[in-house]
């Protein structure tokens, strides 16, 4: 991974400042996301929850969601905090991220942030569905 592990702390502190607006009223589970474009612009998103629980979304696809309607398709990053166990991606938001190539994913535990969990999505998620046309 060419990426300096620098940019990888940047975009976890943005993930970390996004958990703030979380809407987590039920889970209490507060996550943020920090998605970082080929255009160099960080993305944020933090979990959505809802009365009707299936609804909730993630942070991650909160963030590829407001990546992609800026016009961006190619990522490089995304980084997750949760403030607990390292949080790594759900298998929704790994087919969602897949969608648009492989791209890092970095986690911490929001108690032990400086130890990152940096890995390829391909590694959390191997077999990404594709639709065959
Ligand atoms: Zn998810």
Request: aromatic residues 8%; hydrophobic residues 45%.
């Amino acid at each position: 991974m060419n990426q300096p592990l620098h940019d990888f702390y940047r975009l976890l502190r943005a993930a970390a400042a996004a958990r703030k607006n979380a809407h987590a009223p039920y889970s209490k589970f507060r996550v943020g996301a920090a998605l970082l474009a080929g255009n160099g612009k960080i993305y944020t998103g933090t979990n959505i929850e809802n009365a009707s629980y299936g609804l909730t979304l993630c942070a991650e696809r909160v963030a590829v969601g407001k990546a992609v309607s800026d016009g961006q398709r190619n990522f490089i990053a995304i980084a997750i905090a949760a403030p607990s166990a390292t949080p790594f991606p759900c298998g929704a938001c790994c087919q969602v991220l897949a969608e648009f190539g492989d791209c890092i994913v970095v986690c911490a535990d929001a108690r032990r942030p400086r130890q990152l969990c940096v890995q390829r999505l391909a590694e959390l998620l191997p077999r990404a569905f594709r639709l065959a046309c």
